[in-house]
């Protein structure tokens, strides 16, 4: 776990990254928050970065639902209000978390979150799956994404090739379990809580399904929810070159949730 602690702060923002990356990928979003002074808590997620375990496997999502409590935990020790902002993968582990668990959260920002794929393995392996799960459950097949596909940054199209914790294989089991995250999410979407919620969608995805993101989002039954589309970004909001606005649009979020939480305070 990482942390970047203000002395005098506004809140505290945890950052859950996505499929196949880690958190070293969040240094520019966390110093961001950071120098926008509020605490950071992020870390890599189980079976990916440095953390332990198998390299892109895991045997059940709740690993990452475990791993963000434990953030979340961690977060409760600093200044509130806290928020959870999840990307992609992340994003979609940041809503099973907050559907299955109690978390203390005052705000939560969702960026091109999993909510639908577009990416999915080669069509030899669909056959098959229900097998493999059951025999080989480690089984690893190729990540059907490339850079190009994620951003229009080329900084991080050559970056993602020497980097050696991007992962380039991941388990047939972790497939079925994101699939099932993302039933789940669908399902249980009346549990989740009534937090401040902004949804910040890239308009050009080719990893996520935008018209599932949005179904699931016109389906969340909760007040304070705010959709905001990017027509032209590609995947990863937060890389693109227009992240300083997007950045813009998330910090002022946040900040107005933090001037409620201080008026309430004070009434």
């Avoid at 808590?41 to 079976?47: E, S, V």
Wanted: with cysteine.
């Amino acid at each position: 776990m990482k942390r970047k602690l203000n002395e005098s702060s506004k809140g505290t923002v945890v950052l859950v990254h996505g499929a196949f990356e880690h958190s070293g990928r969040y240094e520019w979003l966390a110093n961001k928050w950071y120098e926008a002074g509020y605490n950071v808590i992020y870390g890599d997620l189980p079976g990916q970065g440095n953390s332990e375990g198998i390299k892109g496997h895991i045997d059940s999502f709740d690993e990452y639902i475990d791993k963000i409590s434990e953030w979340i935990e961690a977060a409760n020790y600093l200044q509130k209000p806290i928020f959870l902002l999840g990307h992609s993968m992340g994003g979609l582990a940041v809503v099973r978390a907050l559907e299955e668990k109690e978390l203390n959260v005052d705000g939560v920002i969702l960026s091109s979150p999993s909510l639908g794929i577009c990416a999915r393995p080669p069509k030899w392996v669909r056959p098959l799956s229900k097998f493999l799960v059951k025999m080989v459950p480690t089984f690893k097949i190729k990540v059907p994404c490339r850079p190009w596909r994620s951003t229009r940054n080329e900084f991080f199209h050559n970056r993602n090739k020497i980097d050696p914790l991007i992962l380039k294989k991941v388990s047939i089991h972790w497939y079925y379990e994101l699939e099932r995250a993302i039933e789940h999410a669908f399902k249980q979407i009346k549990k989740y809580p009534a937090v401040p919620t902004l949804l910040m969608q890239a308009g050009k995805d080719f990893l996520v399904n935008v018209k599932d993101v949005k179904n699931w989002f016109q389906s969340l039954p909760i007040e304070e929810k705010k959709f905001d589309e990017w027509n032209h970004l590609y995947h990863e909001i937060f890389n693109e070159p227009e992240r300083e606005e997007v950045f813009s649009v998330a910090m002022e979020f946040a900040n107005e949730v933090c001037e409620i939480k201080e008026l309430e305070v004070e009434a």
